[in-house]
């Protein structure tokens, strides 16, 4: 499976422009499908949902065009029913499609099939059917009574009277009607039966309607009249705003990161219920400030969000984020009334517990709640995503934890949000790391440990625990070339740092400091670091070093292949007489045996093995910066470092 591993992150700053909103782009569509004149729709939402509903209006009969590689549409509205009378539409696992579709084609009258991806097909639609049904319309459940995929029939419609529809499973439902009913141009009375969630969506649903020149009738969320010869007119140009549920993981980026964070594309102006959002966050302490267009969130001033109890039935798809969000509260946080989660692109409240325990939450599931109990440190975490884009966007957040984190499946964001990993690059700072290559005894301990006491970051000897390795094997009695066993020593390596020691195991022989520097270990550690299994058996114990502040790693492959990403890279190179010489000298001050043309034969040997494994090899890559010491001293080799890092990385020539 594909997978995007994002580093611990040190905060969140910034600014992101949204894509548009998805609730408003396929209603939109719609809308301007069935109206009469044509409809310039800027900044839609390009994105698969948003492509399902072009592709079937574009079956329908409905001409479009998009204008170059831009964000706008033409829509040329067919002023009434669809045209087209037979169709085999497949919407994926678009529900801002598949509902609203239903709606208007079984009113249309016309054949059509409607089915989408497996999960769409266990996504209830019977309230729906149910609806349309006492209007006349002819519908068929071809596989279970209450899901798609569906089979519409031509019938006579009745429309007039009043229709019931349940709203208590999905406001879509109500949506779906709410858009289609015009069609009839008969004057008919909406029921809501059951409490109405979502309520906002409905508001989204009548404010477009009504830029279409249609002005439903409201009493309270109970009843809604869709007056009689009703009929869509284009209102010219309509903007779609920035998503206001996409715009959550950002601000919750900027309440738990630092910030401020900056969303253009919605505001106070907003007709999206998701804005509310951000009231959500400023409960938890979050600093918000909001324009027109654009909505900021920073940290609260002590810096931790509060742990929240909150009713979120009127936010139902940006309450996730807050689900994540209580991984950074000071105390146990209560999602309630979330019932509608269950039937999303996948049962969201079952999904949302097992991938927060993953990270060490403690969370108790029920019917219609969550309760989310932060660790006291997050644990490195691969998440599952369950094809639902939310799953993947709002777990990018934990890695504001300060640990990392795999996102499985990761293109799952384009159902709604394609770019949205590079626009969270954009905000969330990782944690920085300084990665310096090269061969034996070019200075890279004596480099690194220096720059990274400078800087009062964190230092990863690698090279120490392939020595290590090797000494464990010694010491077990575990051939150098046997992979599997020594790849197990590696997984279970028990070895410490300890105040500038080094310790393996528990016994009176534990501390190894000067043992793994033995020519023994060196000639040990190539050997067992030729092997693939070993290598990735300290893969993540590896990565565990990036933490807060920053990390100065060492080695052959901090580069390459443990921390691609290091904004920070520096080969460092000797010639191998240098380097032997230097050796040589470290050897004898540390009052053991060496003999210096052993140890240039050694050293060229060792320095041919690293270079040519197929794994990892040592190599100067195209982004270090190349530091050749042969004539240069220590402190100068360090000043070329911190100054390196004091220009961001890019070397002065
Ligand atoms: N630029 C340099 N000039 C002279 N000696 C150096 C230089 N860099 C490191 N040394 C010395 O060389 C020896 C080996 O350096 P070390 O940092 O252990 O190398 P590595 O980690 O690359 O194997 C140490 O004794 C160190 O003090
Ligand atoms: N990131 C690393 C670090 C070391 N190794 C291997 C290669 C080296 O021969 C051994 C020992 O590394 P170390 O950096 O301690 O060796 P030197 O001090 O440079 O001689 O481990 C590696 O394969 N990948």
Known sequence: MEFLDLPPMLGAAGSVRLPGSKSISNRVLLLAALAEGETDIRDLLLSDDVERMLEALRALGVDWRREGDSLNYRVCGVGGPFPVKTGDLFLGNAGTAFRPLTAALALSGGEYRLSGVPRMHERPIGDLVDALRQLGADITCTANEGYPPLHLKPATIRPGGVVRVRGDVSSQFLTALLMALPLTGVETTIEVVGELISKPYIRITLELMARFGVQVGQQGWERFVVPGGARYRSPGTVFVEGDASSASYFLAAGAIGGGPVRVEGVGRTSIQGDVRFAEALEQLGARITLGDNWIEAAAPAGGVLKAFDLDLNHIPDAAMTLAVAALFADGPCRLRNIASWRVKETDRIAAMATELRKL?????????????????????????????????????????????????????????????????????????????????????????????????????????????????????????????????????????????????????????????????????????AVLPAVRAALLDRQRDYRAAPGLVAEGRDMGSVIFPDAGLKVFLTASAEARAERRHKQLIEKGLAANMENLLKDLQERDARDAARPVAPLVKLPDAALLDTTQRDVDEAVAFVLDLVGRGGKSSG
């Open 360 to 528: 060490g939450a403690e969370v108790e599931e029920g019917a219609d709640y969550l309760v989310v109990q932060r660790p006291p440190r997050l644990q490195p975490a691969a998440i599952d995503t369950y094809d639902d884009h939310r799953m993947a966007m709002c777990f990018s957040l934990a890695s504001l934890g300060g640990c990392r984190v795999r996102i499985n499946d990761p293109k799952c964001v384009n159902k709604t949000f394609p770019g949205y990993f590079e626009a969270f690059a954009q905000v969330a700072r990782p944690v920085p790391v300084l990665a310096i290559d090269g061969p034996s005894a070019s200075g890279k301990g004596t480099v690194a440990a220096r720059v990274a006491e400078t800087l009062g970051w964190h230092y990863l000897d690698s090279g120490s625990l392939y020595r290590l390795v090797a000494l464990a094997a010694m010491r077990a009695g575990v051939a150098f070339d046997d992979e599997a066993g020594v790849a197990a020593l590696a997984a279970g390596l028990p070895a410490r740092f300890e105040g500038g020691r080094v310790l393996l195991g528990e016994g009176a022989d534990r501390d190894v400091t000067d043992e793994i520097r033995s020519e023994a270990c060196s000639v040990g550690a190539s050997k067992v």
